[in-house]
């Protein structure tokens, strides 16, 4: 899988509105070919347009952040159910770091949302399109404008820079590794 850390958001990536969430979009903007993972950092506005989750839809719920870390992965085929259990690793695997990180703070993970006591520090949807798994993620840098009582890499003292590329390098190196199972199989 390849993996890019944009340090500087080009215009596409200024804000997360949820537009960003379709196929061939890292290889359209950032010439990554086939299985590949986006992050960055901006604020996120998820507009009713570009809402992929029907029960935020019907609710007309705010997906907002004035400051999140973001992580954007196609993979292919399309396969929702992989992509969930993919979303779900992803949560686990950053839950996992943040803990190594802030060894003190309380964390759970509840299906695909990761928690810092009662204050929720991510947002995530895995979707398919006619081609391929698509996955969003983003973990609040900041609690600021969010509609929800949030928790931030802020408050743990952890620099999304840093924590952005080891969750690329982690995930990357899960996903192969994943892929590799299923390619030294003697089949039945």
Request: glycine share 4%.
């Amino acid at each position: 899988m390849k993996t890019l850390y944009v340090s500087s958001p080009t215009k596409t990536l200024k804000k997360y509105d949820g537009s960003q969430l379709r196929p061939l979009f890292s290889y359209e903007h950032f010439g990554l070919k086939g299985n590949a993972m986006l992050s960055w950092v901006a604020p996120t506005d998820v507009t009713l347009t570009h809402m992929v989750d029907y029960e935020d839809k019907i609710e007309e719920s705010k997906i907002c952040g004035d400051k999140m870390l973001h992580f954007m992965i196609e993979f292919f085929p399309a396969n929702l159910s992989t992509g969930v259990m993919a979303q779900r690793l992803l949560a686990s695997i950053i839950k996992d770091l943040v803990q190594a990180k802030a060894p003190k703070a309380t964390l759970s993970r509840k299906g695909d949302d990761i928690y810092v006591g009662q204050g929720k520090l991510s947002i995530s949807i895995a979707s398919v399109s006619a081609v391929s798994t698509l996955i969003h993620f983003a973990v609040n840098i900041t609690n600021k404008g969010t509609p929800v009582k949030t928790a931030s890499l802020e408050d743990l003292k952890i620099k999304p820079d840093a924590f952005a590329k080891e969750v690329l390098k982690a995930f990357s190196s899960e996903f192969e590794d994943v892929m590799w199972a299923t390619q030294k199989v003697k089949p039945l």
